[in-house]
C-alpha cells in the first residue's frame, strides 16, 4: 500500500525558513517523479512543484509564487522528498502535501496518492 | 500560464441527483486533465485522469469526458459520500494548474 506521511509544519515568522518532509513507502520511490501541493486555509489546491526522478537528473519545476524561495530535494536512499521553504510570507500559510505521480504511455504524469498533509503557519 | 475556470463554484443537490461539473481551459490541453475529490479534513482523492479514465476503485456513477478545452465531470447519481469539493488540474505543461473547485452540498 502507498503510504506518504508529510512532517515539518509548523508556526515560522515572516522571513523564516522551514522544511518539510514526506517519508514515501509502499512503491519504489526512485521510480517515481513526486509533487508538492498546497492549499492555504478555505481555498483551492494550488501547485507548488515537482522533482523528477534519477533516470531524468533529478530536476525540479516550480510555481512562479514560489520559484526562488523554495527548493524540493529527495534522497532516494532514505524514500524521502523535502520542501526546503525560505523567505516565507504569510500567503505561504498552507496545508502542504506530497504527492506521488505516474506516468501513463502517453507522458503524462498524474498525482496517483496524496499524504495526509501538514500546516505550515506563517504569521508573526 | 493555462488557467481552468470550473463551473459551478458551488451545488446544491439531493440524493439520486445527476450532477455535472464543467472546467474550461484557457487554451487546448488535450486530454491531460484530471479530477479530484476533496471531503474536509482530508486529502485530494484522484477520481479520474487523461480526461475520462476512471481510477482504480472509483465508483462507475463518476464519468468523464471532455478534450481541447472543454470538459466535464457526471455524478449519475449523487450518493451520500459524494457531497465532497470536485477539482480539475491540467497536466499539459508546466505550471500544472487547479480549477478553482466545486462544492457539492445536500439540497
Known amino acids: 500500500e502507498v503510504q506518504l506521511v508529510e512532517s515539518g509544519g509548523g508556526l515560522v515568522q515572516p522571513g523564516g525558513s522551514l522544511r518539510l518532509s514526506c517519508a514515501a513507502s509502499?512503491?519504489?520511490?526512485?521510480?517515481?517523479?513526486m509533487d508538492w501541493v498546497r492549499q492555504a486555509p478555505g481555498k483551492g489546491l494550488e501547485w507548488v512543484g515537482r522533482s523528477r526522478n534519477k533516470a531524468n537528473s533529478y530536476t525540479t519545476e516550480y510555481a512562479a509564487s514560489v520559484k526562488d524561495r523554495f527548493t524540493i530535494s529527495r534522497d532516494d536512499s532514505k524514500n524521502s522528498l523535502y520542501l526546503q521553504m525560505n523567505s516565507l510570507k504569510t500567503e505561504d500559510t498552507a496545508v502542504y502535501y506530497c504527492a506521488r505521480t505516474a506516468r501513463l504511455y502517453s507522458g503524462s504524469y498524474y498525482l496517483f496518492n496524496w499524504g495526509q498533509g501538514t500546516l505550515v503557519t506563517v504569521s508573526s | 500560464d493555462i488557467q481552468l475556470t470550473q463551473s459551478p463554484s458551488f451545488l446544491s443537490a439531493s440524493l439520486g441527483d445527476r450532477v455535472t461539473i464543467t472546467c474550461r481551459a484557457s487554451?487546448?490541453?488535450?486530454?491531460?486533465l484530471a479530477w479530484y475529490q476533496q471531503k474536509p479534513g482530508k486529502a485530494p482523492k484522484l477520481l479520474i485522469y487523461?480526461?475520462?479514465t476512471l481510477q482504480s476503485g472509483v465508483p462507475s456513477r463518476f464519468s468523464g469526458s471532455g478534450s481541447g478545452t472543454e470538459f466535464t465531470l457526471t455524478i449519475s447519481s449523487l450518493q451520500p459520500e459524494d457531497f465532497a469539493a470536485y477539482y480539475c488540474q491540467q497536466v499539459n505543461s508546466y505550471p500544472l494548474t487547479f480549477g478553482g473547485g466545486t462544492k457539492v452540498e445536500i439540497k
Open positions: 487554451q487546448g490541453i488535450s486530454s491531460y
Open positions: 487523461a480526461a475520462s
Open positions: 509502499g512503491f519504489t520511490f526512485s521510480d517515481h517523479y
